[in-house]
């Protein structure tokens, strides 16, 4: 069999987007997809890692200034810390 295209290259994102609770602090809705990241969800999400390429494809974090660059192994380890199980399993 021949290679697969780009289209069918496996994919693996984590997704993080951050809403305020009612106790005015920030809550975070962790999503990991196997799906491409399209503009939309990439425009609602704060954190975009590519664990496949091990990139950081957007990193927008409430309280974090743009100038402070975090790297895919703080954020990813950060998470992993938390969703090991979850973020294992996944990557198989």
Known sequence: MGRKGKKHQKKRFLLVKYS??????YDELV???????????KAQAGI??????ETV???EIPG??????????KIYNYFYNYYKESID???K
């Not at 305020?20 to 602090?25: L, S």
Request: aromatic share 6%; glycine share 8%.
């Open 48 to 53: 975009v890692l590519d664990l496949i390429n």
């Open 89 to 91: 399993q996944f990557i």
């Open 57 to 59: 494809e957007k990193c």
């Open 20 to 25: 305020i609770n009612n106790q005015g602090k």
């Open 64 to 73: 974090v200034k743009e100038d402070q660059i975090l790297s895919y192994e």
């Open 31 to 41: 999503e990991l997809t196997r799906k491409k990241v399209g503009a939309g969800k």
